[in-house]
């Protein structure tokens, strides 16, 4: 199973504006993390994706088909679980999976079995006849998600599946999804770096309609090495190493901060030492800084 994306490009506004610049993605099952920083492109490739947006140029192909001519075939196979508005609130669990089965043209049968089957993988059954409205945020994620397995989709596209989370719903969703994920493709879009860190096989960074880097976590951490230092300094030197340097973290520490710096430079004016590289180090360094890696 194979999703390509084929040198796609996107302009809104007659023209004017730029959202994908010549993107090509290659895609087989597993998860893949989507991360860029606000404008990248994101939401405008899952649009192509899921076909409801044509590209001004390139393909996507699905098994080497091209996803418009599938058609109605195409959409069968996808799941997609946009970002959290316009739930019925006053529809209670149950009935949201009713209507959104109606709506994806489930057999009333499947759809019995389907809603039945999801609603105790996401641990809602107990609440599952309870109004939406009197959800949490992490209820009305996994009614979100349930609905776009409804169809058993060999492609599921997630935008932000962990927006506004504690960290307790946040691991349990990320964990759930893991689960999920044998046999289909997963797109995970976010601004939340740790979740994808820890269950994407493949990182997709986009920044300004362009591919950054696709690769597997590891790789890319690797090319972070010497890049990332930890110095522990006076809470007065704090000013002056935020000025300076791009600064991941602070943490408090006895009568001192201790700073998590990221740069191509070990700082010079305290004792720094090298630390282990995360993806979050990784988005720093390649957004905030605006540098990119050696090839
Ligand atoms: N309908 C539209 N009309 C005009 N410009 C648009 C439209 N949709 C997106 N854009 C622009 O295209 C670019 C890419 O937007 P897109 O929403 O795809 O990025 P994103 O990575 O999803 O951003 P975010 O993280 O903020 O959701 C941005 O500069 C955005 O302002």
């Known amino acids: 199973m194979k999703l390509s994306i084929h040198n796609i490009s996107k302009r809104y506004n007659k023209g004017?504006?730029?959202?994908?610049?010549?993107?090509?993605?290659?895609?087989?099952?597993?998860?893949y993390g989507i991360l860029g920083p606000?404008?990248?492109?994101?939401?405008?490739?899952?649009?192509?994706i899921t076909d409801n947006l044509k590209p001004d140029s390139g393909q996507v192909t699905f098994n080497g088909q091209n996803i418009t001519e599938l058609g109605k075939s195409y959409r069968d196979i996808l799941g997609y679980m946009p970002q959290q508005q316009g739930l019925y609130e006053d529809f209670t669990g149950r009935r949201f999976l009713w209507y959104m089965a109606a709506l994806k043209g489930l057999p009333k049968s499947l759809a019995e079995e389907r809603?039945?089957?999801?609603?105790?993988?996401?641990?809602?059954?107990?609440?599952?006849?309870?109004?939406?409205?009197?959800?949490?945020?992490?209820?009305?994620?996994?009614?979100?998600i349930a609905q776009a397995l409804l169809n058993d989709p060999k492609i599921l596209i997630l935008d932000e599946p962990t927006a506004g989370l504690d960290p307790k719903e946040r691991i349990r969703i990320r964990n759930f999804i893991s689960t999920i994920a044998m046999n289909k493709i997963v797109i995970l879009a976010t601004h939340v770096v740790p979740d994808i860190e820890f269950i994407a096989k493949q990182i997709i960074l986009m920044k300004?309609?362009?591919?950054?880097?696709?690769?597997?976590?590891?790789?890319?951490?690797?090319?972070?090495?010497?890049?990332?230092f930890e110095v522990h300094i006076p809470v007065e030197d704090l000013e002056q190493a935020q000025r300076k340097?791009?600064?991941?973290?602070i943490l408090s520490e006895g009568d001192g901060v201790s700073v998590r710096i990221v740069g191509d430079?070990?700082?010079?004016?305290?004792?720094?030492?090298?630390?282990?590289?995360?993806?979050?180090?990784?988005?720093?360094?390649?957004?905030?800084?605006?540098?990119?890696?050696?090839?």
């Open 245 to 249: 340097y791009n600064v991941s973290n």
């Open 38 to 48: 606000n404008g990248a492109g994101k939401s405008t490739l899952m649009n192509i």
């Open 265 to 295: 430079e070990c700082p010079s004016e305290w004792e720094a030492q090298s630390v282990k590289p995360n993806l979050e180090d990784v988005y720093l360094y390649l957004f905030e800084g605006n540098r990119s890696f050696p090839s």
């Open 115 to 144: 809603i039945r089957h999801l609603l105790q993988i996401v641990n809602l059954e107990q609440d599952a006849n309870k109004r939406l409205g009197s959800y949490s945020g992490g209820m009305k994620q996994r009614i979100l």
């Open 16 to 31: 004017k504006k730029r959202a994908l610049d010549h993107l090509s993605l290659e895609l087989t099952p597993g998860v």
């Open 208 to 228: 300004q309609g362009q591919l950054v880097i696709q690769d597997e976590p590891q790789p890319i951490l690797n090319r972070m090495r010497d890049k990332v």
